[in-house]
């Protein structure tokens, strides 16, 4: 299974974007789901995560300005991200455990396949 992400792009300084993560269809259902960016030279870093039930945690570095939050009936988890930095600039993937509602199973771990986000003037 792998997760559609979407949202990213190239913004200003002190702009925001909203990035989008959901399943390949509604037989898939998003659980607990993680935001992850990556430069090149450095590994992946855990930005925000939120659980099924919606307890929210975030790498200190982005506490006030990013927001992560999901929608159980549109399926989809979101990262609102406010007041852009440079060193916010980084490919942005989802990672999430998703159940296939035709059986019942949890697939842990599905990632996205990376949205860009490019924070520039």
């Known amino acids: 299974v792998q997760l559609q992400a979407s949202g990213g792009g190239l913004v200003q300084p002190g702009g925001s974007l909203r990035l989008s993560c959901a399943p390949p269809g509604r037989i898939f259902r998003i659980d607990d789901t993680a935001w992850y960016r990556q430069v090149p030279g450095k590994q992946r870093e855990l930005v925000a995560q939120?659980?099924?039930?919606?307890?929210?945690n975030y790498v200190d570095s982005v506490k006030g300005r990013f927001t992560i939050s999901r929608d159980n009936v549109e399926n989809t988890v979101y990262l609102q991200m406010n007041s852009l930095k440079p060193e916010d600039t980084a490919v942005y993937y989802c990672?999430?455990?998703?159940?296939?509602?035709?059986?019942?199973?949890?697939?842990?771990?599905?990632w996205g396949q990376g949205t860009q986000v490019t924070v520039s003037s």
């Open positions: 990672n999430a455990d998703v159940m296939d509602l035709r059986v019942g199973l949890t697939r842990s771990g599905a």
């Open positions: 939120i659980t099924r039930d919606g307890s929210t």
